[in-house]
């Protein structure tokens, strides 16, 4: 059986091969990483999961998989925050966010958060991730676009906005900038994709290509709590 990848806002626009060797599905919301597991799949890839219209993804069902011997992934958003919290157990993280998160540069769930649309547009994001606005400001710094201190401004002003609120006409709205800077700026990010929650996405998509599973049954300790999950999952 392939692959499969939970995903939706992070690869929107991202340009996927034409036959995968992988099933996509959405967004991962709790009880969908132990039905992957129930249906056979041996290779599961976490990107994006539901954290507020939705129970999200328990830690317990990943462990469960790799109790399962099945290889799991994450990456670049609610992917990336699970790899960080479960690699020691066995889940294989990908990217830079997932570092940065493994490693406590990062703490707060939020900084990957957006509002997007239903899946029937796609996922299309509306509002920008924090951790793709300061990759943004890092490269634009970087190729001469931003002075410091306008991005230092910029990074401030994108941390204290509530994540659902969080664009970057709103930001650019915020700061003391010429209409022409601001085109530029929004001109440059336009042609500069993805962020780093895209490009971290692909480095999943292109490393699940590759994985064999060749995880081993591990002990797992079954509560009662995740054996009404369980029975939820089979009815």
């Not at 994540?163 to 915020?174: A, P, Q």
Request: hydrophobic fraction near 45%; charged fraction near 20%; aromatic fraction near 8%.
């Amino acid at each position: 059986m392939k692959p499969v990848i939970f995903a939706g806002p992070s690869i929107y626009h991202l340009q996927l091969p034409p036959e995968p060797g992988f099933d996509l599905v959405p967004p991962a919301q709790c009880g969908d990483i132990l039905k992957a597991v129930q249906e056979g799949r041996r290779v599961i890839g976490l990107i994006d999961g539901v954290f507020e219209t939705g129970p999200a993804v328990w830690h317990k069902e990943i462990m469960f998989a790799l109790a399962e011997g099945c290889t799991v992934l994450g990456a670049s958003s609610m992917g990336a925050i699970r790899a960080a919290e479960c690699f020691r157990f066995g889940m294989i993280g990908v990217g830079q966010i997932f570092d940065d998160y493994r490693t406590g540069r990062r703490t707060a769930d939020a900084d990957v958060a957006i509002l997007h649309g239903p899946g029937e547009l796609g996922y299309v994001p509306l509002t920008a991730a924090l951790v793709d606005v300061d990759d943004a400001i890092l490269r634009m710094g970087a190729a001469g676009v931003l002075s410091g201190t306008l991005g230092e401004t910029l990074q401030q002003r994108a941390k204290k906005t509530y994540f659902k609120s969080r664009t970057w006409e709103v930001l650019l709205s915020e700061v003391e900038i010429s209409e022409e800077m601001a085109t530029s700026i929004l001109d440059w990010i336009n042609r500069n994709g993805p962020g780093l929650k895209g490009r971290d996405a692909l480095l999943l998509l292109e490393q699940i290509g590759r994985t064999q599973n060749v995880q081993q049954r591990q002990e797992f300790l079954l509560t009662r709590f995740f054996s009404k999950l369980m029975e939820l999952s089979r009815s």
